[in-house]
Antibody, heavy 121, light 110 residues
Framework: EQQLVESGGGLVQPGGSLRLSCAAS???????????MHWVRQAPGKGLVWVSR????????SYADSVRGRFTVSRDNAKNTLYLEMRSLRGEDTGIYFC???????????WGQGSLVTVSS | QSALTQPASVSGSPGQSITISCTGT?????????VSWYQQYPTEAPKLIIS???NRPSGVSDRFSGSKSGNTASLTISGLQADDEADFYC??????????FGTGTTVTVL
């Protein structure tokens, strides 16, 4: 079964840092390294917001304006794992962070269960 | 990048058809045929139901259909059923090489 499992969420103070991981498994016919991967977040009771994307070989990344310069997306294809390094965290970064498999232009066809990040003092 | 605009809520009776609109700009929906739609139940991850404006992934009910005209995309649910009660989100690729989601629509089956 193909699945994505996020980890690394938790409570962090404003200005702090956190690293999320997303472990992929069960990608049979097409390997993890051939997919664009994305991060999407959802504040409590609010809608979905796209955060970042990374190409299969890690050579190209994009970010939403709200996180550019503070968040860094990366991947380790040998470990089938996607990462999101978050720095200078703010209260408005609070929410569930989902990793999603897709194409460069979207089409998120596989999602993780999400990891909760709470930024509060 | 501002969120795409969706109605906050849409309702209908079982068996009826409803349509959810998703309005963007010439820099996102109007620029490409890369609009997708997602269904999300409470406490669950979203599920892809439409991609590339009107394509249904394997396993998705044919009661869901998508279309686009200009800067507005639409999702139609026909033969409304009780388990269609969920939140629905549109998303589009943008000319800034980013993605943007809609504000979300809660569907209620009366």
């Amino acid at each position: 079964e193909q699945q994505l499992v996020e980890s690394g969420g938790g409570l962090v103070q404003p200005g702090g840092s956190l690293r999320l991981s997303c472990a992929a498994s069960g990608f049979s016919r097409v390997s993890f390294s051939e997919y664009w991967m994305h991060w999407v977040r959802q504040a409590p009771g609010k809608g979905l917001v796209w955060v970042s994307r990374i190409v299969g070989d890690g050579s190209s990344t994009s970010y939403a304006d709200s996180v550019r310069g503070r968040f860094t997306v990366s991947r380790d294809n040998a470990k089938n794992t996607l990462y999101l390094e978050m720095r200078s965290l703010r209260g408005e970064d609070t929410g569930i962070y989902f990793c999603a498999r897709g194409r460069a232009v979207g089409r998120f066809d596989l999602w993780g269960q999400g990891s909760l990040v709470t930024v509060s003092s | 990048q501002s969120a795409l605009t969706q109605p906050a809520s849409v309702s209908g009776s079982p068996g009826q058809s409803i349509t959810i609109s998703c309005t963007g700009t010439s820099s996102d929906i109007g620029a490409y045929d890369y609009v997708s739609w997602y269904q999300q139940y409470p406490t669950e991850a979203p599920k892809l139901i439409i991609s590339d404006v009107a394509n249904r992934p394997s396993g998705v009910s044919d009661r869901f259909s998508g279309s686009k005209s200009g800067n507005t995309a639409s999702l139609t649910i026909s033969g409304l059923q009780a388990d269609d009660e969920a939140d629905f989100y549109c998303a589009s690729y943008t000319t800034s090489r980013t993605l943007v989601f809609g504000t979300g629509t809660t569907v209620t089956v009366l």
